[in-house]
């Protein structure tokens, strides 16, 4: 189940804001224009947020949002993760960082996903 790390709210969905181009024909009639939408829309760009605190939610893409919904993918607050190499050791937990952000408060946070494979996951925490 996906937690927002920074009100700890179990979500069921989040907020996604998303800035898109649309091509549109302006065609000249008797009367003046008509707008007629022609092309797909491309996404200029997209954030989403926390629906119950508003925090914005470091994930880039739908497939991190498909993660994150599962529960695979994770936002970790960097300062109580051990981290070694490309690994994160956090709740007792072993992560795989993707990569490391900084929230719009300056908050360190790694985006990482959880080793599910347990005996890689004892492997990986044993090196720490
Ligand atoms: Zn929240």
Do not use: H
Not at 64 to 80: N, Q
Not at 105 to 113: E, F, P, Y
């Amino acid at each position: 189940m996906a937690r927002c790390p920074f009100c700890g709210e179990e979500l069921d969905y989040v907020i996604q804001w998303a800035l898109e181009w649309i091509k549109n024909m302006v065609e000249f009639t008797s009367y003046g224009i008509e707008y007629s939408e022609s092309d797909p829309v491309s996404v200029e760009k997209e954030e989403y947020e926390c629906p119950a605190c508003c925090a914005k939610l470091p994930l880039r893409d739908e497939d991190e949002v498909r993660a994150f919904s599962k529960g695979e993918l994770e936002i970790l607050f960097k300062e109580k993760a051990r981290v070694k190499g490309n690994f994160a050791l956090y709740d007792g937990k072993v992560y795989e960082i993707v990569r490391e952000e900084k929230t719009d408060s300056g908050t360190k946070v790694l985006i990482a996903r959880k080793i599910t494979d347990e005996p890689r996951a004892s492997i990986i925490a044993a090196s720490f």
